[in-house]
């Protein structure tokens, strides 16, 4: 275990998330909010404290593996989640350091869940640091890290594909092209062009600069967080169709973007199946939850609208809110939580199970019951033209497997507090999926402040094992991770 290689890249990024604390700083000055900006700056110092450690215990050697990056993504996030917490808790902006531990954990997640009630009360330094977050979460920091830090010579292609391959979402390790910097350089470019786009386009439809750029990374890192508590309901059809395009652009994998772009392979993009999957499942469901609401709609324009945003909302983990669907039919709400569940495609900011591992799993069992039928046949499994190896297919069913026992678990911890059973389910499949349930419920944001500190605790661990896909914070806390 190679514990100073890992140290020097945990400073590394704290380092950065330091440097992201500089803007609302910035903010809190301008707007003479005294606590926050003391809260921020002795945020920064002591998130610049680690790089006194990484100079006086550097690394021996550049030895880094697919162990050391498990443990790296789940620590990284963890200690990124701890300092992104403090200017929360030193200004008093969220009482209970519990609390604001949850309401920073949720917007790096991109869960965007949260337990302030009047998120308008908080210091305008405070609202944006706690959506900035959310976009910094989106792609992952470790991704960001890798994509501008200097690497050794040694040590660049060695641990940069490990700690990749174990922050990247779904099943894939190509999903995000993790064998070199310079694509993870290009791919965090894509995003930050995307977010740029998101932005400029809202200017154009009238929104303020602050409420603009809040949207935006609520929108890229498919977090939820707006800077206003009734999520889109009073914004104009424009910024809702602007939104809708692009949380459904932002769910798709980053990869798509990197061969049409970068590598202009167009022949690759179009043959990817998890893509198709994914959008044909995005047109049926929006058709079918419009015919469900549109008697509750005069004009049919405006039912497909509410109808396809909402679609787009749930299937990429936004849950943002055009419409009050806690009015809608039980079957529309029904399918939206499904699309909750299987979330977008893997690679991207979304979260969920991931179109691709539904795939897998559905050609899986497809194979299983033809070879029952014709027990000496042997049947491939093919995804974009390349074989779907065992180990592949192991990992996915061992991923759902781990998906459903966790969420059985919290399901029934959480209970203890004497919510619905609705509620509880709600709740932790919300945190599991990194998707917010607040689009079902609107004005109720605060619905998390009634719980317990251990539901609490459950939630902010169901959110982590979420957005790392389960396996680096269990490995985590495996005894055989850490032996020699």
Request: charge should be positive; glycine fraction near 8%; hydrophobic fraction near 50%.
């Amino acid at each position: 275990m190679n514990l100073r290689m890992m140290l020097s890249i945990l400073a590394n990024i704290l380092g950065l998330a330091a440097l992201f604390m500089l803007p609302p700083l910035g903010i809190a000055l301008y707007g003479a909010e005294t606590e926050a900006a003391r809260a921020f700056a002795l945020t920064i110092c002591l998130m610049l404290l680690p790089q006194l450690l990484r100079f006086l215990f550097p690394p021996k050697n550049s030895r880094f593996y697919l162990r050391e990056g498990f443990i790296l993504a789940a620590l990284s996030w963890l200690t990124v989640s701890f300092f992104g917490c403090l200017p929360l808790y030193f200004s008093g902006a969220v009482p209970g350091f519990l609390n604001c531990f949850f309401e920073i954990s949720s917007s790096l997640t991109t869960t965007g869940a949260s337990i302030v009630a009047d998120v308008g009360a908080l210091p305008r330094s405070i609202l944006f640091w706690r959506n900035l977050s959310q976009w910094l979460g989106g792609m992952g920091m470790l991704a960001f890290m890798l994509a501008i830090v200097p690497m050794g010579r040694d040590a660049g292609t060695a641990y940069s594909m490990h700690i990749l391959q174990a922050e990247t979402t779904g099943p894939q390790g190509d999903k995000i092209v993790p064998k070199s910097k310079s694509a993870a350089l290009h791919i965090y470019g894509i995003y930050v062009l995307m977010t740029l786009t998101v932005f400029c386009l809202l200017l154009l439809g009238g929104m303020e600069p602050f409420g603009a750029l809040s949207l935006a990374f609520g929108t890229a890192g498919t977090g939820g967080l707006a800077a206003t508590q009734d999520s889109l309901l009073a914004q104009s059809s424009y910024t809702q169709i602007v939104v809708t395009v692009f949380m459904l652009l932002f769910s798709v994998s980053f990869s798509i973007y990197y061969y049409l772009f970068i590598r202009h392979s167009f022949r690759r993009a179009a043959l990817n199946q998890e893509l198709k999957l994914y959008l044909s499942l995005l047109a049926i469901s929006c058709l079918f939850v419009f015919l469900n609401v549109y008697p509750l709609y005069e004009n049919p324009l405006t039912a497909l609208k509410h109808a396809a945003f909402q679609v787009v909302s749930f299937a990429s983990g936004t849950t943002f809110a055009s419409a009050n669907t806690a009015l809608w039919p039980s079957f529309s709400l029904t399918l939206l939580l499904f699309l909750r569940c299987v979330g977008g495609c893997a690679g991207s900011t979304s979260g969920g199970l991931k179109v691709i591992r539904v795939l897998i799993l559905f050609k899986h069992v497809k194979n299983s019951m033809l070879k029952i039928l014709r027990p000496n046949t042997v049947r491939l499994m093919h995804i974009d033209e390349n074989i779907v190896d065992e180990k592949a297919i192991e990992q996915t069913l061992l991923f759902v497997v781990l998906y459903v026992m966790i969420a059985a678990i919290s399901m029934l911890l959480i209970s203890l507090d004497g919510f619905s059973t609705e509620h509880s389910q709600r709740v932790v499949l919300s945190a599991l999926n990194n998707a917010s349930p607040g689009a079902e419920n609107i004005g109720a944001a605060a619905d998390y402040s009634g719980f317990s500190a251990l539901s609490k605790l459950i939630l902010c661990a169901d959110m982590f094992l979420g957005r790392l896909e389960i396996f680096p914070l269990v490995m985590l806390f495996w005894p055989a991770m850490w032996k020699r």
